[in-house]
């Protein structure tokens, strides 16, 4: 501890001068408690997961953190329901069991649009290929959404022929389109690049 005599003028007192009042100062030296440090962070680090899955030999708490974290991933699949692309707003139900229904085919579309996304970025990285994203950068891990909206503006274009048979041909297929209906994998490629004929 130090004192600092105080002096009734200001800026640098004469050598007669007698303070008029002595403030103390306490010198301190700060140390680190490790123990206390590591109490903070598991405390700040816990937090606390309601589950049914009650066996800890099949459902350690690694594992429940994890499947817990992965929610993110659904919420953010789920997020197409707000938004005015899918026109959510324009349909209206009003019994129970047909918003159950509803909500059922939201997710199977749902389910069928992830499948779909993972299926394209696997293939991707096993082919080592890309595809350009919404500002012409290559990348590997592209959302199904917006290879969707590559595919706007794709016709169909149908001739008759006097015989009586009817040719179908996809129009506007760029070298894009043919990329991911061949990652998508034969089913795929058989709707959009078959020529096809059929009788009327």
């Not at 579309?109 to 012409?136: H, S």
């Amino acid at each position: 501890m130090t004192s600092q005599p105080i002096y009734a003028a200001r800026g640098r007192p004469r050598h007669d001068a007698v303070p008029t009042a002595t403030v103390w100062q306490i010198q301190a030296t700060l140390t680190r408690d490790p123990v206390a440090l590591e109490r903070e962070g598991l405390r700040r680090a816990a937090f606390i997961i309601g589950t049914n899955l009650l066996d800890q030999q099949v459902w350690p708490d690694t594992t429940v953190i994890a499947l817990y974290r992965e929610q993110s991933v659904v919420e953010r699949g789920f997020a197409f329901l707000k938004d005015p692309l899918f026109l959510a707003s324009s349909v209206f139900v009003k019994k129970p069991e047909r918003i159950m229904a509803l909500a059922f085919i939201m997710t199977l579309c749902l389910l069928v649009y992830k499948l779909a996304e993972v299926r394209v970025r696997q293939q991707l990285a096993a082919t080592g290929q890309t595809v350009p994203d919404q500002v012409r950068t290559p990348t590997a891990r592209p959302t199904l959404r917006w290879l969707f909206q590559c595919f706007e503006g794709i016709d169909l274009h149908h001739t008759w022929h006097p015989d009586g048979t009817r040719a179908t041909e996809v129009l506007r297929l760029t070298a894009l389109h043919r990329l991911v209906l061949h990652l998508l994998g034969p089913a795929y490629e058989n709707c959009y690049l078959v020529f096809r004929e059929t009788a009327e």
